[in-house]
């Protein structure tokens, strides 16, 4: 089957750095995907990991180790507007995600 | 342009009723999803389409049929709805199915 970990919540203040982590275990992977999601909001994508190492835009970083079946979200200068909770998802067979459950990132001031 | 919408926003049902939930896209995308949220569950997938007239099923496509006669328009329907079906429904959709996905606003349904 398919497993993916990720903390369930993570806080800290405006101007930190904060690093959301995703271990996975799944078959026919093809990529690591990180979506945000705001308080009755929908999911709304920030980034994408097919090959190994760093991917950034702008204040939001993406990591990804396949071989170590491990990718990290790395938010700097976080403002209050990040709050928000953030998913991990796999790419599966090129066709479908799957999706961990999801951290509650709280800044606060 | 309105991307992905989904009908209706909100609905409540009784325990055995039946409905049915419609996505529609203007993006030309040909990969349609449906998800579940539940609190602290993430996202589920229920079912899927990777062009119209296809359908498959995700992780969680027990008590759920879906639908694609046109490829704008994707449906979920609960035959008997039941109250472990209460949760919030998104649908996405994207070009390809590695690219980013697109979501709707979701449809929170109430089963008693």
């Known amino acids: 089957g398919q497993s993916l970990e990720q903390p369930s919540e993570v806080t800290a203040v405006e101007g930190a750095i904060v690093q959301i982590n995703c271990t996975y275990q799944t078959s026919g992977f093809y990529g690591l995907s990180w979506y945000q999601q705001h308080d009755g909001g929908a999911p709304t994508f920030l980034s994408y990991?097919?090959?190994?190492g760093l991917e950034e835009t702008g204040r939001f970083s993406s990591f990804l180790s396949r071989s170590d079946s491990y990718g990290y979200l790395l938010l700097q200068e976080l403002q209050m507007k990040d709050s928000a909770s953030y998913f991990c998802?796999?790419?599966?067979?090129?066709?479908?995600?799957?999706f961990g459950k999801g951290t509650t990132l709280s800044v606060s001031s | 342009n309105a991307g992905v919408t989904q009908t209706p926003k909100f609905r409540v049902l009784k325990t055995g009723q039946s409905m049915t939930l419609l996505c529609a896209q203007d993006?030309?995308?040909?990969?349609m999803y449906w998800y579940r949220q539940d609190p602290g569950m993430g996202l589920r997938l229920i079912h899927y389409s990777v062009g119209e007239g296809t359908t498959a099923k995700g992780e969680v496509p027990d008590g759920y049929n879906v639908s694609r006669l046109k490829k704008q328009n994707f449906l979920l329907g609960l035959e008997s709805a039941a109250p472990s079906q209460t949760s919030v429904y998104f649908c996405a959709t994207t070009t390809s199915g590695i690219g980013e996905q697109y979501f709707g606003p979701g449809t929170r349904l109430t089963v008693t």
């Open positions: 993006m030309n995308h040909e990969y």
């Open positions: 990991n097919a090959l190994d």
């Open positions: 998802a796999v790419n599966q067979a090129g066709t479908a995600l799957i």
